[in-house]
């Protein structure tokens, strides 16, 4: 099934939603170009994700707005401990009493207060990390005439969100870059390649695939569709698109030799994510026992990311990264959408 069958989309290609790089700028830009725009919704506030929505609803064309889907979990004082027991070193260089740091989630999971805020909108499309929503908030998103995306990590997963009715699967291959979108397990030596986990869903699901990770050009592009994908989805290279609010230090992480080796890591937030090895990384190990859950790893680590920065620093930042970077030149959302629909 094409995917234009079921978005009204000229051109098979989702721009990734990406947290903390992007607003609605990059979104219209991709969807001026004939793509499908999306819009990270996680980590705004609720006035923030108004104004962004108005922004894309008063533009018009096929956008997508994404949600976590997770559970915030029970506060662990033990592991908070730890957490913060390897991190004292890092604290005590930069002066930063830890004791004044609040704990705290810093992302909320999607929610019957967010549908509230976000119904009038009836985006044409909402997607979710993580899994899905509970029922009763799947079907109100339903409701609205909403096309419902989700990420598998692996069959099984897929297998699922099509028993819960999404419209399409985009299948996350090892490559990409984020936050790994796994829900079912946890065992990273589950999680395979895009190349080898995209024909597999393929086979096991009725629903359109959309194929993520390692896409960063025209060639990537071609083989995904030759495996049957029904459309590509592409973040990294959007990432040094001049539309996105990618900072500098991040942009320079990314043309640099670094970007050539990144990782899973869970240091930032709790959860596996692939970014660019940096110091924090090297020195701790990129994946840490001690990192509390998903989203709360995140407080105590942030005030060192600050102070590192404002030294123009990115030791402690998630960069994030796929294993592949593209667009190196910078170009516009717009050149990059086509420059992608080269291969199709």
Same mark, same amino acid.
């Given at each position: 099934m094409r995917i234009q069958d079921l978005l009204p989309t000229e051109l098979p290609i989702i721009q990734a939603p990406m947290a903390g790089v992007q607003t609605s700028r990059l979104a219209i830009a991709v969807i001026d170009a004939g793509g499908v725009g999306s819009l990270p919704a996680a980590m705004l506030a609720p006035?923030?994700? *108004? @104004?962004?929505l108005k922004a894309l609803a008063a533009h018009g064309g096929t956008w997508n707005v994404n949600f976590f889907? /997770?559970?915030? !979990?029970? !506060? @662990?004082?033990?592991?908070? &401990?730890?957490?913060?027991?390897?991190?004292? !070193?890092y604290h005590a260089e930069y002066g930063i009493d830890i004791d004044k740091v609040p704990s705290g989630a810093g992302r909320n999971p999607? $929610? /019957?207060?967010? &549908?509230d805020l976000i119904e009038s909108f009836k985006p044409p499309v909402v997607s979710f990390h993580f899994g899905? #929503?509970? !029922? =009763?908030?799947? *079907?109100? +998103?339903?409701?609205?005439?909403?096309?419902?995306? $989700? $990420? &598998?990590?692996? +069959? =099984?997963?897929a297998l699922w969100l099509q028993e819960q009715g999404v419209d399409a699967v985009i299948a996350q291959g090892l490559e990409a870059g984020g936050h790994r979108g796994h829900f079912l397990d946890h065992d990273l030596t589950r999680q395979q390649g895009t190349m080898t986990l995209l024909p597999q869903i393929v086979a096991a699901v009725?629903? #359109? +695939?959309?194929a993520a990770g390692g896409i960063v050009d025209a060639n990537a592009v071609k083989a995904a569709m030759a495996l049957g994908a029904s459309a590509v989805q592409v973040g990294t290279a959007y990432m040094l698109c001049p539309e996105a609010q990618t900072s500098a230090l991040h942009r320079a992480a990314l043309r640099s030799p670094q970007a050539r080796h990144t990782a899973l890591t869970n240091l930032f937030t709790g959860r596996p994510a692939r970014g660019i090895v940096n110091r924090v990384m090297r020195e701790l190990g990129p994946l840490s026992p001690d990192a509390p859950e998903f989203p709360t790893a995140t407080a105590a680590i942030a005030p060192l990311r600050a102070a590192a920065e404002a030294k123009g620093l990115g030791d402690f930042t998630p960069l994030w990264s796929g294993q592949r970077v593209g667009n190196l030149e910078g170009v516009d959302a717009a050149t990059l959408t086509k420059a992608l629909a080269a291969g199709l």
């Open positions: 006035q923030a994700l *108004q @104004d962004e889907a /997770h559970t915030n !979990p029970a !506060p @662990d004082a033990a592991r908070e &401990a730890r957490w913060r027991a390897r991190l004292a !070193p999607f $929610s /019957h207060e967010i &549908a899905l #929503p509970a !029922p =009763d908030l799947l *079907q109100r +998103v339903r409701s609205w005439g909403s096309r419902i995306l $989700s $990420s &598998a990590t692996t +069959v =099984d997963e009725r629903v #359109p +695939v959309i």
